[in-house]
């Protein structure tokens, strides 16, 4: 993403892409690393400049996740079997398979670019991994149990996209839904240094999840569900 944040600031038109064959510093939210090895997965990342309020710029994680179950779903036989996890994660088998990155630089409320980086694991192994990585990622070829052609779920990644940006102003927040594992479960977030917890109840136009909790509604804008 550093690489596609410099372009950007040099004047990079949009939908630049970055791609890494790895990453030594891939990263996810609250400053994560990302498990990168070489050669078996997708790391991305894409310039974009869209006409959007900052309020707003959640849409393009909920696009980028939205997009990876698109490309996904190519192979059929996995449909039933993914979910979104809020806020940015793409859940196979109830494990980790996709993250979402949103990036983004603004004037007063005026936004320059946005930088969406998604990592997939599409034939990742795990051998090497730490072991909180092996129990809670996955990748397509492990939920397949056969090597998948990368360029091609690139290719269904990159055009999935396409079409989701497309749609543009049009709030993705109900397609995002229907496919939130989290809504109506009992959660736990950690959001900041507080922990809540509650009933997952609905996602707000902008991203931020609707936490029912013993001291009644409690909105979200920022945190990750440690459980569920």
Same mark, same amino acid.
């Not at 710029?57 to 179950?69: E, K, S, Y």
């Not at 059929?76 to 088998?93: E, H, M, Q, T």
């Not at 034939?123 to 056969?146: H, K, W």
């Given at each position: 993403?550093?690489? !596609?944040?410099?372009?950007?600031?040099?004047?990079?038109?949009?939908?630049?892409?970055?791609?890494?064959?790895?990453?030594?510093?891939?990263?996810?939210?609250?400053?994560?690393? =990302?498990?990168?090895?070489?050669?078996?997965?997708?790391?991305?990342?894409?310039?974009?400049?869209?006409?959007?309020?900052?309020?707003?710029?959640?849409?393009?994680?909920?696009?980028?996740?939205?997009?990876?179950?698109?490309?996904?779903?190519?192979?059929?036989?996995?449909?039933?079997?993914?979910?979104?996890?809020?806020?940015?994660?793409?859940?196979?088998?109830?494990?980790?398979?996709?993250?979402?990155?949103?990036?983004?630089?603004?004037?007063?409320?005026?936004?320059?670019?946005?930088?969406?980086?998604?990592?997939?694991?599409?034939?990742?192994?795990?051998?090497?991994?730490?072991?909180?990585?092996?129990?809670?990622?996955?990748?397509? !070829?492990?939920?397949?149990?056969?090597?998948?052609?990368?360029?091609?779920?690139?290719? =269904?990644?990159?055009?999935?996209?396409?079409?989701?940006?497309?749609?543009?102003?049009?709030?993705?927040?109900?397609?995002?839904?229907?496919?939130?594992?989290?809504?109506?479960?009992?959660?736990?977030?950690?959001?900041?240094? /507080?922990?809540?917890?509650?009933?997952?109840?609905?996602? /707000?136009?902008?991203?931020?999840?609707?936490?029912?909790?013993?001291?009644?509604?409690?909105?979200?804008?920022?945190?990750?569900?440690?459980?569920?």
């Amino acid at each position: 993403m550093d690489v !596609c944040r410099a372009f950007a600031e040099q004047g990079a038109d949009e939908g630049l892409v970055v791609l890494a064959d790895a990453q030594t510093a891939g990263r996810g939210r609250a400053g994560r690393t =990302w498990y990168s090895p070489h050669g078996q997965s997708l790391y991305l990342s894409i310039l974009l400049r869209p006409d959007l309020h900052p309020r707003r710029i959640g849409w393009l994680t909920m696009l980028g996740a939205l997009a990876v179950t698109d490309a996904i779903s190519q192979f059929s036989i996995l449909n039933s079997r993914f979910k979104l996890k809020w806020p940015n994660d793409v859940l196979l088998n109830g494990k980790k398979v996709a993250g979402v990155l949103v990036e983004s630089s603004f004037t007063g409320d005026r936004l320059d670019y946005a930088v969406l980086g998604i990592g997939l694991n599409v034939n990742t192994r795990f051998d090497d991994a730490p072991e909180d990585v092996r129990l809670r990622a996955t990748s397509l !070829c492990e939920a397949l149990g056969q090597e998948v052609d990368r360029q091609a779920v690139l290719d =269904w990644l990159l055009a999935a996209f396409s079409v989701r940006y497309a749609t543009l102003p049009a709030s993705p927040v109900a397609d995002y839904a229907r496919q939130l594992d989290t809504l109506g479960k009992q959660v736990r977030l950690q959001a900041g240094d /507080e922990i809540v917890e509650g009933k997952a109840a609905r996602v /707000e136009d902008d991203g931020a999840l609707v936490v029912m909790t013993t001291a009644g509604e409690r909105i979200v804008t920022f945190g990750d569900v440690v459980s569920a």
